[in-house]
């Protein structure tokens, strides 16, 4: 079992930086893959950015260039850092744990429950 909790959201003005983190609970971290998704009002849930337990990252269109995923397995934590912050980024930011096939399948076992990120213009 994992437990996800992430902090770090909050109000921001366009063109800010943000740094989510996400604690994990649980044995298994240093081989989950973990992910960041996000939900704005109206949309469907989105993946904005992974790290599988090798390292390899991916990334969604609208963030490459400006977010940064990255863990830290001594202290069980995933972070998104978010740069060049724009209105279009606001929504619930949500941590993700899976497994190697979560890449290919999109599927993730457990969830955090989100925290808002909101970008004022």
């Known amino acids: 079992q994992v437990q996800l909790v992430e902090s770090g959201g909050g109000l921001v003005q366009a063109g800010d930086s943000l740094r989510l983190s996400c604690a994990a609970s649980?044995?298994?971290?240093?081989?989950?893959?973990m992910a960041w998704f996000r939900q704005a009002p109206g949309k469907q849930r989105e993946l904005v950015a992974a790290?599988?337990?090798?390292?390899?990252?991916n990334y969604a269109d609208s963030v490459k260039g400006r977010f940064t995923i990255s863990r830290d397995n001594a202290k069980n934590t995933v972070y998104l850092e978010m740069n060049s912050l724009k209105p279009e980024d606001t929504a619930v930011y949500y941590c993700?744990?899976?497994?190697?096939?979560?890449?290919?399948?999109?599927?993730?076992?457990?969830w955090g429950q989100g925290t808002q990120v909101t970008v004022s213009s």
């Open positions: 993700a744990a899976g497994w190697t096939s979560s890449v290919l399948t999109g599927r993730y076992d457990y």
């Open positions: 649980g044995r298994t971290f240093s081989r989950n893959t």
């Open positions: 790290v599988t337990s090798a390292g390899s990252t």
